[in-house]
């Protein structure tokens, strides 16, 4: 099957998407939705001593989008908070092997989803 410039990976991801769902009473909760596309993406995180122990996500997005954001909860998972929030969308690309520059505005969704949600979870904390 042709797969249009997609990486292995992308297409990995895309099949058999890690973290998908929803975490009841989270701690951070995060839902931004794409300008460019109007696709939607929620992100919940649970947090212990500021490492992030459980993440899932839910979308209402393209392939790359659910790939992406499998991706990310994989490198979110058991990181620090803060190190989390610094996951770029370029740093989910590259982890996929790349993506076809007409869907790098994809990856957006899935980074600034955690970053909602970290920020959730910092303004609960206050
Ligand atoms: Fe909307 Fe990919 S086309 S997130």
Redesign the pocket.
């Known amino acids: 099957m042709a797969n249009v410039g997609y990486s292995k990976k992308v297409m990995e991801h895309f099949t058999n998407p890690r973290n998908v769902g929803v975490i009841e009473n989270p701690d951070g909760y995060g839902k931004v939705g794409?300008p460019?596309?109007g696709?939607l993406m929620e992100i919940y995180i649970k947090i212990k001593d500021d490492i992030i122990t459980d993440i899932k996500f839910k979308t209402f997005?393209?392939g790359?989008?659910i790939a992406t954001s499998s991706m990310i909860t994989e490198l979110a998972k058991g990181k620090h908070v803060d190190e989390a929030f610094k996951i770029t969308r370029n740093d989910v690309a590259n982890e996929l092997d790349g993506l076809p520059p007409q869907?790098m505005?994809?990856s957006n969704?899935a980074a600034d989803a955690l970053q909602e949600a970290i920020k959730d979870y910092k303004n609960k904390k206050k």
């Open positions: 794409n460019v596309c696709d997005g393209c790359s989008a869907k505005h994809c969704l």
